[in-house]
């Protein structure tokens, strides 16, 4: 688990940090610098050679793992002593955090890591701690010292600090510290009961859920938006690298950030809400990412679809509810009530109407209660399966909420 807390570096610790990153930055180029170099020289085909450039290293030169470059960045910190006043534990992370996303590359088979840039890389994590590092309003960090932190929530009792990360927002003006923390006591995940909700993250709202409940976007946001779009106009107008383009980009930084937090806040609140109304919450597999490269593109982005399904699923976990994702395919095609495929939509249209039994209610409705029902078949043990869930209940808590809402209706 993670708890964030903001930190509050004295202008001295936070050139030192800013220092740090860039050595980090530095140790990650380099070390990725040789993993492409290694890969370059097993490129050259048998047969033939390209004319125009060949890398050449000697066969026995070994894959640069993470052992090795481990290895090979003592060697480095040997040579320049600049880079020794980096905690040794902070800089063997950075290795491995340029392993990991290799690892990951390999296993996806795209997203090859990347140089970082100036100013990319904005944070860093010290891997270990014997004792708790947070006393009282500052948090001991080696090398770097007391930092005052704003602890508003105590570390729970029984859990343990496995590590802090350190990172830099808003061009490294507003600093945060990232505590993991473990307890040996296992928490099982989540067996699912009761009543279930299925959850169309759509466009017009933000989501529609099956009992045709719906989150609208925050406006407070698009006013945010709006203004972020003022802000970068003015900074596009200043001299590149003046004193003034600086002060207008840290303007559009701290803005970016505030959105985020915003918009993380606002997907926390609707993350509770739903956990309130039910015991079982289900979604659809969408890869959002894939979707916004297409026609709907900024509009999803700005939504952070994805964020907010991986936050619900933390907070679903968190809370003891049941969360899983079903299969997205042609969830608004079909026909909650009676199951008929009912052919594809347009974007633009926004009602659900089935030839077949008369069926109407808006289109993300319907394909809420279409995820409701493939969640339940998901989980419902097989001889319940036959019937419908949707014209008998099967669940006790789907029962029970029907009779309220049938009474609610009658009333
Ligand atoms: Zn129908």
Same mark, same amino acid.
């Given at each position: 688990?993670?708890?964030?807390?903001?930190?509050?570096?004295?202008?001295?610790?936070?050139?030192?940090?800013?220092?740090?990153?860039?050595?980090?930055?530095?140790?990650?180029?380099?070390?990725?610098?040789?993993?492409?170099?290694?890969?370059?020289?097993?490129?050259?085909?048998?047969?033939?050679?390209?004319?125009?450039?060949?890398?050449?290293?000697?066969?026995?030169?070994?894959?640069?793992?993470?052992?090795?470059?481990?290895?090979?960045?003592?060697?480095?910190?040997?040579?320049?002593?600049?880079?020794?006043?980096?905690?040794?534990?902070?800089?063997?992370?950075?290795?491995?955090?340029?392993?990991?996303?290799?690892?990951?590359?390999?296993?996806?088979?795209?997203? *090859?890591?990347?140089?970082?840039?100036?100013? $990319?890389?904005?944070?860093? %994590? @010290?891997? +270990?701690?014997?004792?708790?590092?947070? =006393?009282?309003?500052?948090?001991?960090?080696?090398?770097?010292?007391?930092?005052?932190?704003?602890?508003?929530?105590?570390?729970?009792?029984?859990?343990?600090?496995?590590?802090?990360?350190?990172?830099?927002?808003?061009?490294?003006?507003?600093?945060?510290?990232?505590?993991?923390?473990?307890?040996?006591?296992?928490?099982?995940?989540?067996?699912?009961?009761?009543?279930?909700?299925?959850?169309?993250?759509?466009?017009?709202? *933000?989501?529609?859920?099956?009992?045709?409940? $719906?989150?609208?976007?925050? %406006? @407070?946001? +698009?006013?945010?938006?709006?203004?972020? =779009?003022?802000?970068?106009?003015?900074?596009?107008?200043?001299?590149?690298?003046?004193?003034?383009?600086?002060?207008?980009?840290?303007?559009?930084?701290?803005?970016?950030?505030?959105?985020?937090?915003?918009?993380?806040?606002?997907?926390?609140?609707?993350?509770?809400?739903?956990?309130?109304?039910?015991?079982?919450?289900?979604?659809?597999?969408?890869?959002?990412?894939?979707?916004?490269?297409?026609?709907?593109?900024?509009?999803?982005?700005?939504?952070?679809?994805?964020?907010?399904?991986?936050?619900?699923?933390?907070?679903?976990?968190?809370?003891?509810?049941?969360?899983?994702?079903?299969?997205?395919?042609?969830?608004?095609?079909?026909?909650?009530?009676?199951?008929?495929?009912?052919?594809?939509?347009?974007?633009?249209?926004?009602?659900?109407?089935?030839?077949?039994?008369?069926?109407?209610?808006?289109?993300?409705?319907?394909?809420?209660?279409?995820?409701?029902?493939?969640?339940?078949?998901?989980?419902?043990?097989?001889?319940?399966?036959?019937?419908?869930?949707?014209?008998?209940?099967?669940?006790?808590?789907?029962?029970?909420?029907?009779?309220?809402?049938?009474?609610?209706?009658?009333?």
């Amino acid at each position: 688990m993670n708890y964030t807390y903001r930190i509050y570096p004295t202008a001295k610790q936070q050139a030192l940090m800013l220092e740090w990153l860039e050595t980090c930055r530095h140790f990650y180029n380099r070390c990725l610098r040789d993993l492409k170099d290694w890969i370059a020289s097993k490129k050259c085909s048998l047969y033939s050679c390209s004319m125009i450039r060949e890398y050449i290293m000697s066969p026995e030169i070994p894959f640069p793992s993470y052992l090795e470059q481990k290895r090979q960045l003592t060697q480095w910190k040997k040579e320049n002593p600049y880079y020794q006043e980096v905690h040794s534990q902070v800089t063997q992370d950075v290795v491995k955090r340029l392993h990991n996303t290799w690892e990951a590359f390999k296993k996806r088979g795209f997203r *090859f890591p990347r140089y970082k840039k100036y100013g $990319r890389y904005q944070s860093f %994590l @010290f891997p +270990q701690f014997k004792e708790n590092p947070i =006393k009282g309003n500052s948090i001991k960090l080696s090398k770097i010292g007391e930092v005052a932190i704003n602890c508003h929530r105590p570390i729970p009792e029984g859990f343990k600090v496995k590590g802090v990360r350190i990172v830099a927002r808003a061009r490294g003006t507003i600093w945060y510290a990232v505590v993991t923390i473990s307890s040996d006591v296992n928490v099982p995940d989540p067996i699912p009961f009761g009543r279930g909700i299925g959850i169309d993250i759509g466009l017009e709202s *933000f989501l529609v859920t099956s009992d045709n409940f $719906r989150v609208e976007p925050s %406006l @407070f946001f +698009q006013e945010l938006q709006s203004r972020l =779009k003022v802000l970068q106009r003015r900074a596009s107008r200043k001299t590149k690298r003046s004193k003034n383009w600086e002060k207008a980009q840290l303007k559009v930084a701290r803005l970016h950030h505030q959105i985020s937090n915003t918009r993380k806040n606002f997907h926390f609140q609707t993350s509770h809400l739903l956990c309130d109304m039910a015991d079982m919450i289900f979604v659809e597999d969408i890869n959002f990412k894939m979707t916004a490269r297409g026609f709907l593109g900024k509009q999803m982005l700005d939504g952070g679809f994805g964020q907010f399904r991986d936050l619900l699923s933390w907070v679903c976990w968190k809370r003891g509810k049941y969360f899983a994702q079903v299969n997205h395919k042609y969830t608004s095609q079909i026909c909650p009530e009676c199951g008929t495929y009912t052919g594809k939509k347009e974007l633009s249209e926004r009602v659900h109407v089935c030839g077949e039994c008369g069926y109407q209610t808006s289109r993300d409705h319907a394909s809420g209660r279409v995820i409701l029902q493939r969640g339940l078949e998901s989980v419902v043990p097989m001889d319940c399966r036959e019937r419908k869930p949707s014209a008998e209940c099967v669940l006790p808590g789907i029962a029970i909420s029907r009779q309220v809402q049938r009474r609610k209706l009658s009333a």
